[in-house]
């Protein structure tokens, strides 16, 4: 039996066998197949990018995804797609946070309630108070799931320096959003 996949990863990782095909025959320059990876990338690619990147994560998630098929021929092991996709997304998506200008966000006076689309509006507008370093810890840790030791592996930071980037961003987030 299947297990479903989690949040932090796509439905189509859950068919190895197909995912090999896939990047293999991509790997051989197969059209098609590149066609059909890149709708199993692109969303994946995509949310990552976004929360990073913010405004440019579209743009973050596009460079990503350029970097992504230009190399896919040095890709060893087409098991590690995701992991592979996810450390050239984060680092596409800090690089394109970081030539952005930053912009201070008007105070929330009130939190909005579940569900409310002001919600979704009122968080963007506190990420864009962090800094991409910031975003890119807090995506990871706690979006895609990963402990921190993993986190700093797909950084290239200490275990400690994640640590403490995630503790300030976590402040600084619950500072801005007036709790």
């Not at 509006?121 to 506190?126: E, L």
């Not at 990420?127 to 370093?133: F, G, Q």
């Not at 640590?163 to 959003?177: C, E, I, P, Q, T």
């Amino acid at each position: 039996m299947t297990r479903p996949p989690t949040a932090a990863e796509p439905a189509s990782r859950t068919d190895p066998a197909r995912l090999h095909t896939l990047v293999r025959a991509a790997q051989d320059g197969d059209v098609i197949a590149m066609q059909d990876l890149l709708a199993v990338l692109a969303p994946y690619v995509g949310r990552l990018a976004g929360p990073i990147a913010l405004d440019d994560g579209p743009d973050a998630a596009q460079e990503a995804l350029t970097v992504i098929f230009k190399n896919i021929g040095h890709l060893h092991e087409p098991a590690a797609l995701f992991g592979w996709a996810r450390a050239i997304t984060v680092r596409e998506a800090v690089r394109m946070a970081r030539r952005g200008p930053r912009t201070a966000a008007a105070e929330l006076t009130e939190v909005p309630a579940p569900g409310d689309p002001q919600l979704a509006a009122d968080i963007r507008d506190v990420l864009d108070r962090l800094t991409p370093e910031h975003r890119a810890v807090l995506t990871l840790r706690d979006l895609e799931g990963l402990d921190e030791q993993a986190v700093g592996a797909l950084l290239a930071l200490p275990v400690g320096t994640v640590k403490s980037r995630l503790s300030r961003a976590r402040r600084s987030f619950r500072k801005a959003w007036g709790r």
